[in-house]
Every structure is written in structure tokens, then in C-alpha cells.
């Protein structure tokens, strides 16, 4: 007989996604968020508020944590939504919580699953090509959507953890696909993030900044370097060629991202460490190892690594 036992979903930082998907998950799941305790304290006081196209409404059920003492033995699977400058951080401080139970990541950029991997053994890799951001405390906005979301099998007999939390989200109303070759489906991601989030966040401009002529040049040189780069890994990319990412990029990804602003914008505006070495730095650093030259990769990995350290230039 099936379990009638609901589900409990750890997210671990939860900022602009792991809140949305804690509002979203908790029609379905027992959800537990580990967040900030600006976030934490506004929900305790009023709720998650959602906006977007998500749903607007306001959730009481989402439950803040503030350390591994807080998280019930219940807990089924964990889910990290930190940025990848915390991934490190974040798994240390929930070593006990993530060891022997499945734990995913829906963040951008290469690195994040690898260093989950040291924690546990059951790993699911995911990507979400939604946009996302916090409002305020316990406030969350979420505005495009160009793409379902990808899970797969990272590492370990993940099959049936696999299958549990497509269910879970699947129940929710997320769009969710199960994706066979999870490796390369972060691959996919990343083109996108690689070819606009650090131009946006330096422009301080939202993705459809891209398709004026001057920066859709800069756009063609960094996709057509991470195929090279791809290519040299063994990687299988879902286009053939650059130009067949760049027609659906323009075609498709732009167009449903125009209006809004990617995630290193905001990490650039509030100061924060970028995820820039998990995407266009990267790419960069593997170019050198292959020998294939990444000019426009390294150039704006280093024009963001400089508005990083520079409060007079973000
Ligand atoms: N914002 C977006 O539209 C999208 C973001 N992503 C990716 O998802 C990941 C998360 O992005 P966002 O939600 O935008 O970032 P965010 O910065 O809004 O959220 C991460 C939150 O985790 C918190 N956090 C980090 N370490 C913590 C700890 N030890 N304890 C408690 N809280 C902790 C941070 O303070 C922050 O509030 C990133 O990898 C990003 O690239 C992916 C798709 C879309
Ligand atoms: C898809 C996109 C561009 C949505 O915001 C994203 O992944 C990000 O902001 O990092």
C-alpha cells in the first residue's frame, strides 16, 4: 500500500528561488527553509508572500530554520538554493542533515553537484529557467518562465529519490522533466547564464539589453567560446552549433527574459560575491587548460571580478 505520509522537503538558501519554491512546494510537502533571519522573522510574522507568476498569495506554512538543531529527522530530501559562492558553506554547516539523504541543486553554473557529492551519496543535479527575486523580507517575485525544470541523476542510486521529488514537484504545479543526461543539461543552462547575466549586471540593464547590435557581438563571442570550451569537454549540447543556440537564444530565451533581471545583477547591486567563476571565469579557466583562447570570457570575468571589489563600479 502507498504511504499517505506527506512529504518533507529541506531547502537550503532560500533567497529569491528557494522561497518561491518553498511557497509553491508547501501546498504538497512539509517544507523546512533555511534562510536569513530577515526572511525568517517576516514569515514567522505574516507569511511567504508570492507575486508572479507563481501565484500571488501569501503562505503560512513555509517553516524557517536556523541551523541543523531545527530540522526534524522527517526531512526526505534536501534541495540547495544558495548561491555557488555558498554551496561550500552551506553543506559544512548541514553536514549531519545532507549525509544519507538525497539532496539536489537548482543553482547555475558547473561546481555546485560536484561539491554536494562530498556530503552524500544520492545527488540530483536540477536547472530552472524561471526568473526569481526577493521583493523584500519573506517577499518573492516571480516573473518569466522560458523552460521547464531539468532533474537527473547526479551521482549515487538516485533513481527512486529522483522520481519522489519530480513527484512532489510535479504535484505542486511546477513544470518539471526528468533529464537523462544531467551533466550536460547544466551545460544548457549555463549558455544562457554565460551570455547574459554578467553583461546585464555591468549594464545594469534586464536580458533584452542583449539584442542591441554592438552587445549581441559580445553575446556571439562568449556562446561561441563555451561551445569550443563544451566541445573539448566531451559535453553533448542539445544545438549542434553555436549558431543554433544563438538562433534559439534570440528567438525564444531573450524574448521571454527581456523585461527582467538576471541574478548577478542583483548579486552585483547589493555587493555580494558573484557567481562568476562558476560560469564565464570557468569557462575561461578550462579554455586555458585546453588550449582554446576565451578572450571575451576572461574580459568579462574580469570586468566583473573589478565591479565586485570596486563599490564605485556597480
Ligand atoms: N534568481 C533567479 O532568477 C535564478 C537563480 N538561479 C540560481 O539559483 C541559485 C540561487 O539564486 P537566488 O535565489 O537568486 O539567490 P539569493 O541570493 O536570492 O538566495 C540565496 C539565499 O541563500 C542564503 N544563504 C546562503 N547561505 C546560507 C546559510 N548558510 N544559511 C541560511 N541562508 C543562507 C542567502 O543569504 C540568500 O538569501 C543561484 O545559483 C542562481 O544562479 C537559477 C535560476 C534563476
Ligand atoms: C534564467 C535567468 C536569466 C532568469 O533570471 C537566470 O538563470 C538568472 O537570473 O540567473
Sequence with gaps: MESLKRP?????????????????LSQVATVYAACRPVHAGA????????????????????????GPADVPPAVDVVVVTAKGTGTRAICEEYAGVIRGRPTASLQNGIGNEEIIAEYTDTVIGGT???????????HVRVLSESAPMHLGVWSGGGGEALGRLIGIIRSAGIPVE??????????????????????????????GAAVDEEIREIVDGLVRETFA?????????????????????????????????????HDLRQG??????????????????????TPQNR???????????HPDAR
Design 272 to 293: 555580494r560575491r558573484t557567481e562568476i567563476d562558476l560560469l564565464n571565469g570557468y569557462i575561461a579557466a578550462l579554455g586555458e587548460r585546453h588550449g582554446i583562447a
Design 229 to 265: 570550451v563544451a566541445g573539448a569537454e566531451g559535453v553533448r549540447l542539445p544545438w549542434a552549433t553555436a549558431d543554433d543556440y544563438l538562433d534559439y537564444l534570440f528567438r525564444v530565451q531573450v524574448p521571454d527574459f527581456a523585461a527582467v533581471y538576471p541574478s548577478m545583477y
Design 178 to 207: 526528468a533529464d537523462s543526461d544531467i551533466r550536460s543539461g547544466k551545460w544548457t543552462k549555463a549558455l544562457l547564464n554565460i551570455a547574459v547575466n554578467p553583461i546585464c549586471a555591468l549594464l545594469r540593464a534586464p536580458v
Design 128 to 138: 530552472v529557467t524561471t526568473n526569481f527575486s526577493v521583493a523584500g523580507p519573506g
Design 43 to 66: 514569515i514567522r510574522d505574516r507569511g511567504l508572500v508570492m507575486e508572479g507568476v507563481w501565484g500571488d498569495r501569501t503562505v503560512g506554512t513555509v517553516a524557517c530554520v536556523s
Design 8 to 24: 518533507a522537503v529541506l531547502i537550503l538558501g532560500a533567497g529569491a528561488v528557494g522561497l518561491s519554491l518553498a511557497g509553491r
Design 299 to 309: 574580459c568579462i570575468a574580469g570586468l566583473v571580478r573589478y565591479a565586485e571589489a
